[in-house]
């Protein structure tokens, strides 16, 4: 792969090495040498699995200088926020919405990076960078907490082809708490009241078209049509930036979606909190923790967060937009990588369902 800026996708100008993990949550959660498992080495595979290990401190890829410089401010303020997360201290709604900002960023930079790492094993084709999805669409945080009383940072989700193929879902630990983001185009807008598409159609450039609704204006329930596992934190933002999307702005001039945004004139949602199932809205100046009440088995709850996340990741790719644009080699080669996909997905679902049959778990 050439060698491009993780954030606008250009070559590199004043070149500098980005953290996709950053360094600040390296060294907060142990040494910032030490070894890290990365899914597996590509040149090997068909023949064994071999484990990818690398330093945290040098997984480092391409960035702008000035790039560099300006996503520092996402870092300055997700960390902060991640340190009041993490001792159980109340943030603030915008503080919240940073903190997804931060996810998305870490999200596409892992894609990108893993690309990269494997010399783009699954040939897919990035038409998009960091600054092409932080905060462009709608998004969710599953916060799960554990009985763990030692630093730890952890990943999951993110060497399989279904986060290649649609980098929407992964999953962060850090210490002692469980972090699985999911970003989609219009995830949860029609039930949130938002305007929502009634059709969606890929087109040969890459873009999505879509025929909007106005929406409903008024909250439907569940949010996801999807379960939940229960003692979880749950934050929700409706997002309306655009991106890959092309719908009128004007569908979201609306009384509604104005008394629904952080930031209208950025296409920013409040925060929506689900906690044991009571859903509140936050709005500016508004602040809450997201501290789950129960604190689960740690190694259960690493095999049961990496359940989940294999079982969104498939949730997410039955959402299929219609390709009819697109020519017929293409489609079937869609359909093809998603069907591949969920395989390898469900086969690592039932790997940790026997780890924990295994241990009683």
Same mark, same amino acid.
């Given at each position: 792969?050439?060698?491009?800026?993780?954030?606008?996708?250009?070559? =590199?100008?004043?070149?500098?090495?980005? $953290?996709? !993990? =950053?360094?600040?949550?390296?060294?907060? %959660?142990?040494?910032?040498?030490?070894?890290?498992?990365?899914?597996?080495?590509?040149?090997?595979?068909? /023949?064994?699995?071999?484990?990818?290990?690398?330093?945290? +401190?040098?997984?480092?890829?391409?960035?702008?200088?000035?790039?560099?410089?300006?996503?520092?401010?996402?870092?300055?303020?997700?960390?902060?926020?991640?340190?009041?997360?993490?001792?159980?201290?109340?943030?603030?709604?915008?503080?919240? @919405?940073?903190?997804? +900002?931060?996810?998305?960023?870490?999200?596409?930079?892992?894609?990108?990076?893993?690309?990269?790492?494997?010399?783009?094993?699954?040939? #897919? +084709?990035?038409?998009?960078?960091?600054?092409?999805?932080?905060?462009? $669409? +709608?998004?969710?945080? #599953?916060?799960?907490?554990?009985?763990?009383? $030692?630093?730890?940072?952890?990943?999951?989700?993110?060497?399989?082809? @279904?986060?290649?193929?649609?980098?929407?879902?992964?999953?962060?630990?850090?210490?002692?708490?469980?972090? #699985?983001?999911?970003?989609?185009?219009?995830?949860?807008?029609?039930?949130?009241?938002?305007?929502?598409?009634?059709?969606?159609?890929? %087109?040969?450039?890459?873009?999505?078209?879509?025929? #909007?609704?106005?929406?409903?204006?008024?909250? *439907?329930?569940?949010?996801?049509?999807?379960? !939940?596992? =229960?003692?979880? %934190?749950?934050?929700?933002?409706?997002?309306?930036?655009?991106?890959?999307?092309? =719908? &009128? *702005?004007?569908?979201?001039?609306?009384?509604? *979606?104005?008394?629904?945004?952080?930031?209208?004139?950025?296409?920013?949602?409040? !925060?929506?909190?689900?906690?044991?199932?009571?859903?509140?809205?936050?709005?500016?100046?508004?602040?809450?923790?997201?501290?789950?009440?129960?604190?689960?088995?740690?190694?259960?709850?690493?095999?049961?967060? &990496?359940?989940?996340?294999?079982?969104?990741?498939?949730?997410?790719? @039955? /959402?299929?937009?219609?390709?009819?644009?697109?020519?017929?080699? $293409?489609?079937?080669?869609?359909?093809?990588?998603?069907?591949?996909?969920?395989?390898?997905?469900?086969?690592?679902?039932?790997?940790?369902?026997? *780890?924990?049959?295994?241990?009683?778990?």
């Amino acid at each position: 792969m050439a060698k491009t800026c993780v954030f606008c996708g250009n070559k =590199p100008r004043g070149k500098t090495k980005e $953290h996709v !993990i =950053p360094l600040w949550l390296i060294e907060f %959660t142990g040494e910032s040498g030490r070894k890290v498992a990365l899914g597996w080495n590509k040149e090997f595979f068909g /023949k064994e699995l071999v484990a990818r290990e690398f330093a945290f +401190d040098q997984l480092v890829f391409p960035a702008c200088g000035e790039c560099n410089t300006r996503y520092s401010n996402i870092e300055a303020a997700a960390k902060r926020v991640v340190m009041a997360i993490l001792n159980g201290r109340e943030i603030e709604a915008f503080q919240a @919405s940073e903190f997804m +900002d931060w996810l998305d960023k870490i999200r596409i930079g892992l894609w990108l990076g893993f690309m990269q790492l494997d010399n783009n094993y699954w040939s #897919i +084709d990035p038409n998009f960078h960091i600054d092409g999805r932080v905060g462009q $669409h +709608d998004r969710m945080v #599953i916060v799960g907490r554990t009985d763990a009383k $030692h630093n730890r940072l952890n990943f999951n989700g993110i060497d399989c082809l @279904s986060f290649a193929l649609t980098p929407s879902v992964f999953a962060m630990t850090i210490n002692s708490y469980c972090f #699985i983001n999911i970003s989609y185009q219009f995830l949860f807008a029609r039930r949130i009241g938002f305007p929502y598409p009634s059709e969606s159609q890929l %087109t040969p450039d890459g873009r999505l078209y879509s025929v #909007i609704n106005p929406g409903i204006g008024r909250i *439907v329930r569940p949010l996801i049509r999807k379960p !939940i596992r =229960p003692h979880r %934190t749950i934050l929700y933002q409706p997002m309306f930036k655009g991106g890959l999307v092309e =719908p &009128a *702005v004007e569908y979201y001039d609306m009384p509604y *979606v104005r008394r629904a945004s952080l930031d209208f004139e950025r296409g920013v949602g409040d !925060i929506f909190i689900d906690t044991d199932g009571a859903l509140s809205q936050k709005k500016a100046g508004d602040f809450f923790t997201v501290c789950p009440k129960v604190a689960h088995s740690e190694y259960r709850y690493q095999l049961d967060s &990496a359940i989940e996340v294999y079982e969104w990741q498939n949730w997410i790719a @039955s /959402k299929l937009l219609d390709a009819t644009q697109l020519e017929k080699t $293409h489609r079937r080669r869609l359909k093809e990588q998603s069907n591949f996909a969920k395989r390898m997905n469900d086969a690592l679902i039932e790997h940790c369902l026997r *780890v924990k049959r295994h241990y009683g778990l």
